[in-house]
């Protein structure tokens, strides 16, 4: 792993930043090894901690929530093979509880929300099964599509292959069928069936399955549906997509239709009166996990009201009324073989655990974080030492503790390097950082490769031909040394065709690709340039806020030049804050950052921004809201506006259209006033939000 892992609490800003980066490249790696290839790398656990870290982390520091956040996206996209399937509602994902605490804090944001104070919120509790979403349409009451989950908004449609399962009904019987209705669920292979299979393949000579997830994901997304066929693979439904009518009025009542219509539902799913009861229901099913016939992971926590799940709607890639509650962490011991020293994009030394391969929870580890110096001290972990190794949790997988008793005669305490393993030049650690970097910069090649592999990827420039491989080979023999020399390729497009694996037609191909990446929307262009704490949602937000490279390019340059009231207006976006204004305003001022992002200015077409909704009197306002909001909380009111294409911002200034008054409004409506800008009751903000609709 190439993991920059400090605890949460002991993270400055600057290595929450440098984390935060991390681990959206890491799990974004893994949603593609998931979905695309079936070929997980990593357990769900250890999967479900690299999220979790990342939520601590933006909720610690919000300011500093990137752009490609793995709490904003879902998945991978589809991939080749099977025809693209767009789902009418997007299939998005779950955040995650890992204690009783966890799901109390889940309980009491919806019941902030919502504005709720002594009312009881009732839940539906469903065993989390360990399986292969898919989404299936019905028109007529006929089966007419079915698709995979794929990113969340697109999939492959398996139509064929999911007429193959018995529990998926071709026609929908009983009463209230709406006229189009899609119905989601849960595609899994029990664990006798895995076995039977995995058994049928090594006799055959062919591909052993790792877990019942990965046999259940292969054979649903094979290309012959008669090979699905011949797989055992059973589905559990249990949720609702898009519908020209919805026809219950709780979670609970459409569990009941299903099975009316003739789908089977998970028979442990349970209605819940309150939080209590749903911490009850988490104790049982945990005991009687490892009895099941298929395997779970947790438990899915529903709010069973659906007219409260519509006020709650949606918070980045996920439901504010659902949460998948998980069960803890498994360990086991391992010999710790050796000690390497990772360099990140950002110069950081990572201490990474090489160990003796050790199976924990059906998962083959090889390699663990160490966090940083003082935890490698703290734990004294020595080479040689036998250590506990646990694959959930904050960071994943972590050594938790030494087994001092085994401790080899004539270990000694690791002294951590003080020079960078890859250019040697000296690796500081900063007053009161627990990271040391590299000085070395652009002149660090592990570092500017890092950077112009960031440059490139997929939501970057996504430049088809040139993938991390490309990017090290020609940097290395000297045709690219630098963003800007990327767009000089094509110019080398015949020395290119005579390089080993190459021809005319690949170099071509890569030429044409780069020339069609010369046209990119601004959010994109944001994004690639690598700056710290900006990532896909930061540069969208920004891309939005600005609307044209020219006026973000001037405005970065006025954060520079004037100083705090420019960085104060950058800062007052909100979703930017303070911090990411600073890291802005930082990056622009270093000239070698200025000329790089002149110089690309000067090669490229950067198209602007546009706004989230094309018409209505409140698209591109900068609206604030202040006070108490009597018939509103604060996050339904920012949503709202958000939705109409206004944007939102926590401080009042010339710049700002319009300020939302409610009780006790205090300095900024005073402000408001002074400034001569438009002033609202919630009332009349009412009224122009339904005019405006």
């Known amino acids: 792993m190439n993991a920059q892992l400090i605890s949460v609490e002991d993270l400055t800003e600057a290595d929450a930043r440098d984390e935060l980066a991390r681990l959206a490249a890491e799990i974004a790696r893994h949603d593609r090894a998931y979905h695309e290839r079936d070929a997980p790398e990593i357990t769900d656990a250890e999967y479900d901690a690299l999220r979790r870290r990342n939520a601590a982390i933006e909720a610690r520091f919000p300011a500093l929530v990137r752009a490609d956040s793995p709490q904003h996206r879902v998945g991978a996209a589809p991939a080749g093979g099977f025809a693209k399937a767009r789902h009418g509602v997007p299939m998005l994902s779950l955040d995650n509880a890992f204690s009783p605490d966890d799901?109390?804090?889940?309980?009491?944001?919806?019941?902030?929300?919502?504005?709720?104070?002594?009312?009881?919120?009732?839940?539906?509790?469903?065993?989390?099964?360990?399986?292969?979403?898919?989404?299936?349409?019905?028109?007529?009451?006929r089966l007419v599509r079915g698709a995979t989950r794929g990113d969340g908004n697109e999939g492959e449609d398996v139509t064929a292959n999911v007429r193959t399962l018995a529990s998926i009904p071709l026609r929908l019987k009983g009463a209230g069928v709406p006229d189009r209705i899609e119905i989601r669920g849960e595609v899994f292979m029990t664990k006798a069936d895995f076995l039977a299979l995995n058994a049928a393949q090594e006799q055959a000579g062919q591909k052993i399955f790792a877990n019942p997830r990965n046999a259940a994901a292969g054979s649903l997304r094979q290309l012959d549906a008669r090979i699905t066929a011949n797989r055992k693979l059973s589905m559990f439904a249990y949720a609702l997509g898009e519908a020209s009518e919805v026809p219950v009025d709780t979670h609970w009542h459409w569990l009941e239709r299903l099975q009316e219509w003739g789908f089977t539902v998970n028979p442990l799913s349970k209605q819940l009166t309150d939080a209590a009861d749903a911490a009850e229901f988490q104790a049982g099913i945990g005991a009687q996990r490892a009895a099941l016939p298929y395997d779970i992971d947790g438990v899915v926590y529903k709010v069973d009201d659906l007219a409260l799940q519509r006020r709650l709607g949606f918070v980045g890639r996920a439901p504010r009324w659902a949460i998948a509650w998980k069960f803890p962490a498994e360990q086991a011991t391992t010999v710790l073989e050796g000690i390497d020293i990772q360099l990140g994009r950002t110069g950081a030394l990572t201490p990474v655990a090489r160990l003796q391969p050790v199976n924990v929870g059906g998962v083959l580890v090889r390699n663990a974080t160490l966090h940083n110096e003082d935890e490698i001290a703290r734990k004294d972990v020595r080479i040689g030492d036998t250590v506990v190794l646990q694959r959930a949790g904050d960071v994943i997988p972590q050594i938790v503790a030494v087994v001092a008793e085994k401790r080899p005669a004539g270990a000694v305490p690791y002294v951590f390097?003080?020079?960078?393993?890859?250019?040697?030049?000296?690796?500081?650690?900063?007053?009161?950082?627990?990271?040391?970097?590299?000085?070395?910069?652009?002149?660090?090649?592990?570092?500017?490769?890092?950077?112009?592999?960031?440059?490139?990827?997929?939501?970057?420039?996504?430049?088809?031909?040139?993938?991390?491989?490309?990017?090290?080979?020609?940097?290395?023999?000297?045709?690219?040394?630098?963003?800007?020399?990327i767009f000089a390729l094509p110019d080398h497009e015949a020395k290119i065709a005579r390089r080993e694996g190459w021809g005319e037609v690949s170099a071509r191909n890569l030429s044409r690709a780069i020339r069609e990446r010369q046209t990119i929307?601004?959010?994109?262009?944001?994004?690639?340039?690598g700056i710290r704490r900006i990532g896909e949602a930061n540069a969208k937000l920004l891309a939005r806020h600005y609307g044209s490279f020219a006026t973000w390019r001037a405005q970065m340059q006025d954060a520079v030049q004037?100083?705090?009231?420019?960085?104060?207006?950058?800062?007052?976006?909100?979703?930017?804050?303070?911090?990411?204004?600073?890291?802005?305003?930082?990056?622009?001022?270093?000239?070698?950052?200025?000329?790089?992002?002149?110089?690309?200015?000067?090669?490229?077409?950067?198209?602007?921004?546009?706004?989230?909704?094309?018409?209505?009197?409140?698209?591109?306002?900068?609206?604030?809201?202040?006070?108490?909001?009597?018939?509103?909380?604060?996050p339904e009111a920012k949503a709202m506006a958000e939705k109409l294409g206004a944007r939102v911002t926590d401080s009042v200034s010339r710049k700002t259209d319009l300020v939302v008054v409610g009780a006790d409004a205090g300095s900024k409506a005073r402000r408001a006033a002074e400034l001569g800008v438009r002033i609202l009751t919630e009332a009349e903000w009412r009224e122009l939000v339904a005019a405006s609709s």
């Open 103 to 141: 799901f109390a804090e889940f309980c009491e944001r919806a019941r902030r929300f919502l504005g709720l104070k002594d009312e009881r919120l009732a839940f539906v509790g469903e065993p989390k099964i360990d399986g292969l979403s898919v989404s299936l349409t019905y028109a007529g009451g």
């Open 417 to 485: 390097p003080d020079h960078c393993p890859v250019c040697g030049s000296l690796a500081l650690r900063p007053p009161g950082e627990v990271v040391r970097r590299c000085t070395g910069g652009l002149t660090c090649q592990a570092q500017l490769e890092e950077r112009l592999i960031h440059f490139v990827s997929r939501p970057a420039f996504d430049i088809e031909g040139l993938g991390e491989k490309t990017i090290r080979e020609f940097h290395a023999d000297g045709l690219i040394a630098g963003p800007v020399d």
């Open 521 to 529: 929307p601004l959010a994109r262009f944001i994004y690639a340039l």
């Open 562 to 634: 004037i100083g705090s009231e420019a960085r104060s207006d950058l800062g007052s976006i909100v979703g930017i804050g303070p911090a990411i204004a600073e890291e802005l305003a930082d990056f622009f001022a270093e000239p070698r950052n200025v000329a790089t992002v002149d110089a690309l200015a000067a090669v490229l077409t950067i198209t602007d921004a546009a706004p989230a909704n094309a018409a209505g009197e409140l698209v591109g306002k900068v609206i604030v809201f202040t006070g108490t909001l009597e018939t509103l909380t604060r």
